[in-house]
């Protein structure tokens, strides 16, 4: 008997599409791990079905150069993106996937690429990266879950990886669609989504509709400077998160983290994380797209309680899309002692790009960003200003 699809199902190639963890929309998990997007997200790719077996990939690859001023400062051309590709089935009463992702960021080199009061991992084992922004590894996700429908908008899940994302936080942010269009990435990256590549994640969850609740047990160590390999450790740190999608154009999330030994440079000392999020994407009219980010977190480690924001926007209109960027954080790493003080800085950041298609699935782009950052004045001095700039141009080749 023929069936028609529902408003939460997609036709690609006469084959009937809905998430791989409920009975939703498949553009709710266009994003990263299990995190949900809003159902309005723009959902491109390269999709083809055989059987009973639906097949999709996308990818962006971006040279960019990268001028970071002042005396902590340094300029760069280097090479970012991602590749991704996933293979779905029906199983039993519900949905089995895989997906795998891999970067060319460890060609760009260990200790990464310039970017201002950025800081986080290691280029070397002994000394942190400060005011640059590591390389992530050539493997960023090996997954497979498999979800079983109980209700007929009830499923339960089960998600394992090598690596992946564990339930903490919203997506990350090269798929977040507020600010996927810039090279550049958040120096809220280690409040926020840090832990999307996690060697080793187990979660489980429930999906009720527009809510899903999910725990994730998981390895909390972020990745070390060797950026070509699998590491493993016990699973032994937890995450959860409550997720609520109450309108098409919104997805909210909360979610809390116990990291076990998270940073390879101060071992034996644990953190509690916290974050909250709002994602918003709504089409204004024909051609026009509008997409948001406000998010929150919270790093505490003993009595230290650090805070990140951020609010991204993009307006994309025809080939054009103009994304915007606006972060503070609470940062103990800028300077390189043990336990420093918590300097509360900023940063604002805003680009364009025009793409140019080359193919049905291929464009090639052009842009170029300027970030303005804000610095307290007790530490001005190391950077010559309060208001140190950065800026990048960059091209990119995007399969969609």
Avoid at 143 to 156: D, H, K, L
Wanted: glycine content about 10%; hydrophobic content about 40%.
């Amino acid at each position: 008997m023929d069936r028609s699809p529902s408003t939460n199902e997609i036709v690609i190639a006469d084959y009937v599409m809905s998430g791989a963890l409920g009975s939703y929309i498949t553009s709710r998990e266009s994003a990263s791990g299990t995190a949900w997007q809003p159902d309005a997200t723009d959902h491109s790719g390269i999709m083809i079905s055989s059987g009973d077996w639906m097949f999709m990939a996308h990818g962006l690859l971006n040279l960019v150069y990268d001028h970071q001023s002042g005396a902590r400062g340094a300029n760069k051309a280097f090479a970012s993106g991602m590749l991704m590709g996933m293979a779905r089935r029906p199983f039993g009463s519900g949905t089995v996937q895989f997906r795998a992702s891999i970067s060319p960021d460890p060609l760009m080199g260990a200790r990464g690429y310039p970017l201002l009061l950025a800081s986080g991992e290691t280029a070397n084992g002994h000394d942190r990266l400060i005011d640059r922004q590591h390389p992530h590894d050539f493997l960023m996700e090996l997954s497979a879950s498999v979800s079983q429908r109980i209700a007929p908008r009830t499923s339960v899940f089960v998600y394992g990886a090598l690596p992946g994302e564990p339930a903490f936080g919203p997506p990350a942010f090269m798929h977040r669609e507020a600010i996927m269009d810039s090279p550049e990435a958040p120096i809220s990256h280690h409040w926020l989504d840090s832990t999307h590549i996690s060697f080793g994640v187990l979660t489980a969850g429930v999906v009720v509709n527009r809510v899903k609740l999910e725990v994730s047990r998981f390895n909390a160590r972020e990745p070390d400077q060797h950026r070509w390999n699998i590491e493993t450790r016990p699973l032994d740190s937890t995450a959860v998160r409550l997720s609520w999608n109450p309108t098409r154009e919104l997805a909210l999330q909360g979610s809390w983290g116990h990291f076990v030994d998270p940073e390879q440079l101060e071992p034996g000392v644990d953190q509690k994380r916290w974050s909250a999020s709002l994602l918003y994407a709504r089409e204004l009219a024909p051609g026009w797209t509008l997409a948001g980010t406000l998010a929150w977190g919270r790093k505490a480690v003993g009595h230290h309680k650090d805070d990140g924001y951020v609010a991204e926007a993009s307006l994309k209109h025809g080939d054009w899309t103009v994304f915007g960027r606006g972060e503070i954080t609470d940062n103990r790493e800028l300077v390189p002692i043990g336990d420093g003080p918590a300097y509360r800085v900023g940063k604002a950041s805003l680009g364009v790009v025009r793409d140019f298609r080359l193919a049905k699935s291929v464009t090639v782009g052009a842009g170029g960003l300027f970030a303005l950052n804000f610095v307290p004045n007790g530490s001005a001095p190391s950077y010559g200003s309060t208001h140190p700039i950065g800026a990048m141009g960059f091209v990119r080749l995007k399969l969609q």
